[in-house]
T-cell receptor
Framework: DGGITQSPKYLFRKEGQNVTLSCEQN?????MYWYRQDPGQGLRLIYY???????QKGDIAEGYSVSREKKESFPLTVTSAQKNPTAFYLC?????????????FGDGTRLSIL | ELKVEQNPLFLSMQEGKNYTIYCNYS?????LYWYRQDPGKSLESLFV?????AVKQEGRLMASLDTKARLSTLHITAAVHDLSATYFC??????????????FGTGTLLAVQP
């Protein structure tokens, strides 16, 4: 079955540590996105990528970095510069050639500080 | 800056009753999406509304869009417990070209009581 796989499901970060969240999709989608969700709130866009080797900052990119070396993969690194990383992180993808199709989401990674 | 407001933020309703969730947005858009999120889970796409006057129905849920009023509604008919979840509306903006950037509302937590 096609879909989006995020790993790990739970992740703990120590002070000063960088951590990387994985997002892989086999939907052949060009566009991929990373969102952050805080308790009781909607989603906020961190980074997005329309095509391999290209990505753009979203609304809350500070303290995060991404790469897009393969169409299927869009990993997110939460750096030590992100002082409040505890949140639920969701990866999404979309087929940009199919008109107005919705974004499809992975199951998320819950990140906490130790 | 586009703002998306949902109300109510929390809705407790009895099984069998009808209710409506409202989604207001502050700037022009021709695409609006409704998503469902179960606790600790990912987002599931419910409806894509593409034009003024669009109405879509799936089971006990019906969504509509009034682009002139910048308002979408999600109507619940004869609620059942299985509909308990958080519902998000998301308004689409073109961002950096063709990318479908979504601005999410804060969500409506729906609890259907027996």
């Amino acid at each position: 079955d096609g879909g989006i796989t995020q790993s790990p499901k739970y992740l703990f970060r120590k002070e000063g540590q960088n951590v990387t969240l994985s997002c892989e999709q086999n939907l052949n989608h060009d566009a991929m996105y990373w969102y952050r969700q805080d308790p009781g709130q909607g989603l906020r866009l961190i980074y997005y990528s329309q095509i391999v080797n290209d990505f753009q900052k979203g609304d809350i990119a500070e303290g995060y970095s991404v790469s897009r070396e393969k169409k299927e993969s869009f990993p997110l690194t939460v750096t030590s510069a992100q002082k409040n990383p505890t949140a639920f992180y969701l990866c999404a993808s979309r087929d940009q050639g199919s008109g107005n199709q919705p974004q499809h989401f992975g199951d998320g990674t819950r990140l906490s500080i130790l | 800056e586009l703002k998306v407001e949902q109300n109510p933020l929390f809705l407790s309703m009895q099984e069998g009753k009808n209710y409506t969730i409202y989604c207001n947005y502050s700037t022009t858009s021709d695409r609006l999406y409704w998503y469902r999120q179960d606790p600790g889970k990912s987002l599931e796409s419910l409806f894509v509304l593409l034009s003024n006057g669009a109405v879509k129905q799936e089971g006990r849920l019906m969504a509509s869009l009034d682009t002139k009023a910048r308002l979408s509604t999600l109507h619940i008919t004869a609620a059942v417990h299985d509909l308990s979840a958080t519902y998000f509306c998301a308004v689409a903006l073109l961002y950096g070209g063709a990318t479908n950037k979504l601005i999410f509302g804060t969500g409506t937590l729906l609890a259907v009581q027996p």
